[in-house]
């Protein structure tokens, strides 16, 4: 079936486009992610310094005031308000990183992964790349396409791929999907 050149040209340049949208798409929620992240964990650090830091001066305070004499403390508010002080930023740091909660990583890439998907079902895209890339090629140049088959065939075969998958797995995971669908196309015939 032929096509219009304006269609065979239009087809890698429109998957080209969609792959860059998707390395834009990922890289803007990495970058997000990471500024989440970052701020996140620059503000509870600075709140765990806060409290660690309200900590040993109320220790120290504590101590101070135990060993010297009431009549000699001339200030003792602030024994209580410097400590008071690195409490209340450890305190409003750590509520405001509570502020920066992650969301699931990559969730906009996911959903637009899902609608694509729901897409190429729906216009069967692979059977337009096919028809646009494979057919022109086979037309012109039959040699090279059954030699490029059978290099892959024989690369496919020295590589043993199916020696990776485990076999109970195989039988697992198909035997009742092939047993479904034969059971399905008796009944249509009978």
């Given at each position: 079936?032929?096509?219009?050149?304006?269609?065979q040209?239009s087809?890698p340049q429109?998957l080209?486009?969609?792959?860059?949208?998707?390395?834009?798409?990922?890289?803007?929620?990495w970058n997000?992610?990471r500024n989440l992240?970052?701020?996140?964990?620059?503000?509870?650090?600075l709140?765990?310094?806060?409290?660690?830091?309200a900590?040993?001066?109320?220790?120290?305070?504590?101590?101070?005031?135990?060993?010297?004499?009431?009549?000699?403390?001339?200030?003792?508010w602030v024994l209580?308000a410097?400590p008071?002080?690195f409490l209340?930023i450890g305190?409003?740091?750590?509520?405001?990183?509570?502020k920066y909660?992650?969301?699931?990583a990559?969730?906009h890439?996911?959903?637009?992964?899902?609608?694509d998907m729901?897409?190429?079902?729906?216009t069967?895209?692979?059977?337009k790349?096919?028809?646009?890339?494979?057919l022109?090629?086979?037309?012109a140049h039959?040699?090279?396409?059954?030699?490029?088959a059978a290099l892959?065939?024989?690369?496919a075969?020295?590589?043993?791929?199916?020696?990776?998958?485990?076999?109970?797995?195989?039988?697992?995971g198909l035997l009742?999907?092939?047993?479904s669908?034969?059971?399905?196309?008796?009944k249509i015939?009978?």
């Amino acid at each position: 079936m032929p096509t219009r050149p304006s269609t065979q040209a239009s087809l890698p340049q429109t998957l080209a486009d969609h792959a860059k949208a998707y390395g834009e798409l990922i890289l803007k929620e990495w970058n997000d992610s990471r500024n989440l992240w970052r701020k996140r964990t620059q503000l509870q650090v600075l709140g765990a310094c806060g409290l660690g830091v309200a900590v040993i001066l109320a220790g120290m305070a504590a101590m101070l005031w135990a060993v010297t004499p009431p009549a000699q403390i001339h200030s003792l508010w602030v024994l209580i308000a410097i400590p008071m002080a690195f409490l209340a930023i450890g305190v409003i740091c750590l509520m405001a990183a509570k502020k920066y909660v992650q969301a699931v990583a990559f969730e906009h890439t996911r959903e637009r992964f899902i609608a694509d998907m729901d897409l190429f079902k729906k216009t069967n895209l692979v059977t337009k790349a096919t028809e646009l890339t494979v057919l022109p090629m086979a037309t012109a140049h039959p040699y090279r396409l059954v030699l490029g088959a059978a290099l892959v065939g024989a690369l496919a075969v020295r590589a043993h791929p199916w020696r990776w998958l485990s076999g109970s797995a195989v039988l697992v995971g198909l035997l009742p999907k092939v047993i479904s669908i034969l059971s399905s196309q008796n009944k249509i015939q009978s």
